[in-house]
């Protein structure tokens, strides 16, 4: 490693030797509790066993499990060794897990056993693949965790520079397919930095860490608060009455969250079930309301932010009530600006895309050169969303781009373009359009107006099942509305601002 380079496994040798015998990890549903120096050789421990499996620099480490220690040990090892991990979300079908593995080339995979059977199912389709374990080992059908555990007292790490591969995160399909978005070290490196700056994270803080670790929330937050010196509560998956309990007991002070998290939580605080009052620091995305309600009944800080896969999570942050409605100001690393569809900046005041560049910006996509080269065109990175600046220099997010139009349910990216396609999959029906609605629960919610082929039938329930079963469930519609006639472009394709004007309620 050369002098001035950073890495993610330098964060945990430094941390090891700042903190010590400091929790580091509190494993909710085990009760398991390990320090900073634990963490670190056990670490250590898991990369020499990676090692003698034959896993090495650039190789790419699949891991389909909820939250755990496990998990969160194997970002340090792949750190370690340089190699490169490929969190999937388990929220998936068997078919979309199966692409991911393949278009990252797993060279080993992890389970929970829960997910072994859909591991089962596409192992035969799964080439790059030479190894399977368990995330546990418990009852497990794969080899146990615990056998790469190995003795390593005098662990050598690979010299590896700060710019180098660490994670490929797919995101949302925007033309059919997922598109794995690659972070390097240095990516994690200053994203982390710039959340303790934003939030004022610190070793006295308490991570309530209930996003998964396959999402750039989940993983970005538990390694800001880890690089702060400040203790990860792990859920292995949120609830709320036990996350509400948690907070009392534990005195977290600092959570991620998209709706409707923190509604749920502030529920459980309003009937008295418990003291929610410790959680002073909230990042994400909510409504006006549920803000308001949180940071009168805690004195807490909600902290409003713009931020994509591609930029590491975080573009633009500043306290919410600093400026209601506004997704904050550009963080320390990140140069913002807003530019037309020619890609020349627009008038002060104006609305553009959102274009960013700076040492938080992505590698680029793997396998798909055009979109990388599409996407950093001209030096900055095109997110494809909307946005405005007022005169302060606070943004406004204005949604997406047409050829971009984005669903958010309960913050999860969802394109209307792969929804489209599981539903024509369905003999009954003849086209569809779907978009973005209100939702009470989930913020935004999926609509599908569909219209029939002459003689078919399906029902609402029906139709949305079938999509459940092609896609992972939360990408299937919420709400079906079947009309007898399309508005139609003059080329006979759907006119897709035109559904949306007759049809938007829900």
């Known amino acids: 490693m050369a002098l001035t380079d950073f890495t993610y496994y330098r964060i945990i ?97 992890f389970a929970d056993q829960e997910f072994e059977k859909t591991i089962g199912a596409i192992k035969a389709d799964l080439p790059s693949v030479e190894h399977y374990h368990s995330l546990s080992g418990q009852d497990s059908a794969l080899p146990a965790f615990s056998e790469l555990l190995v003795e390593a007292i005098d662990f050598q790490p690979e010299d590896i520079p700060t710019d180098s591969d660490f994670v490929i995160i797919h995101t949302a399909a925007v033309a059919g397919r997922p598109r794995g978005a690659m972070l390097s070290h240095g990516n994690i490196v200053f994203s982390s930095l710039e959340f303790i700056r934003a939030m004022s994270l610190h070793e006295g803080d308490v991570h309530l860490n209930v996003l998964p670790l396959f999402h750039v929330g989940g993983l970005f937050m538990a390694i800001s608060c880890f690089h702060a010196g400040a203790a990860c509560l792990n859920m292995a998956k949120f609830d709320a009455p036990v996350a509400a309990r948690l ?32 959680l002073q620091k909230v990042i994400g995305l909510d409504s006006p309301e549920t803000i308001g309600k949180y940071q009168e009944m805690t004195g807490g800080t909600f902290f409003s932010f713009f931020g994509q896969t591609e930029t590491s999570c975080l573009t633009t942050i500043s306290p919410f009530n600093d400026r209601p409605g506004s997704a904050g100001k550009p963080v320390l690393a990140s140069e913002v600006d807003l530019v037309d569809d020619a890609d020349q900046p627009v008038q002060e005041g104006a609305t553009g895309e959102i274009v960013v560049r700076g040492p938080m910006v992505f590698k680029g996509y793997i396998n798909l050169p055009e979109d990388t080269a599409h996407s950093l065109r001209g030096n900055w990175h095109h997110t494809g969303d909307l946005g405005r600046f007022d005169q302060d220099g606070f943004l406004y997010y204005m949604g997406r781009k047409a050829e971009k139009e984005l669903i ?7 394109y209307p373009a792969e929804v489209e396609n599981a539903i024509l999959l369905h003999p009954a029906i003849a086209r569809t359009v779907v978009f973005g609605v209100p939702d009470p629960k989930w913020k935004e919610g999926i609509k599908a107006v569909c219209q029939l082929k002459t003689g078919c039938s399906v029902t609402a329930r029906e139709l949305i099942d079938f999509v459940g079963d092609k896609i992972a469930r939360y990408k299937k519609p919420q709400y079906v509305e079947f009309v007898d006639e399309m508005p139609l472009l003059a080329n006979g394709s759907p006119d897709r601002k035109r559904v949306k004007e007759l049809y938007a309620g829900t």
């Not at 090891?16 to 015998?21: K, L």
């Not at 958010?408 to 969802?414: A, L, T």
């Open 13 to 109: 040798c430094r941390n090891s030797n700042v903190f010590r015998r400091k929790i580091a990890w509190h494993e909710v549903e085990s009760g398991r509790s390990v320090s900073f120096q634990e963490l670190r050789e056990m670490t250590e421990s898991l990369a020499a066993g990676l090692r003698q499996k034959g896993i090495c620099r650039g190789d790419r480490i699949g891991v389909l499990g909820k939250n755990s220690l496990e998990f969160f040990l194997l970002y340090g090892a792949a750190a370690a060794l340089g190699a490169v991990m490929l969190p999937i979300n388990w929220r998936l079908s068997a078919s979309e897990v199966c692409f991911n593995l393949n278009d990252g080339k797993a060279k080993i995979v």
């Open 247 to 278: 907070i009392g007991e534990q005195k977290a002070t600092v959570m991620f969250d998209f709706a409707p998290i923190l509604g749920t939580l502030l529920e459980q605080g309003e009937q008295g079930h418990a003291d929610i009052s410790s």
């Open 408 to 414: 958010k349910p309960g913050g999860e990216n969802v």
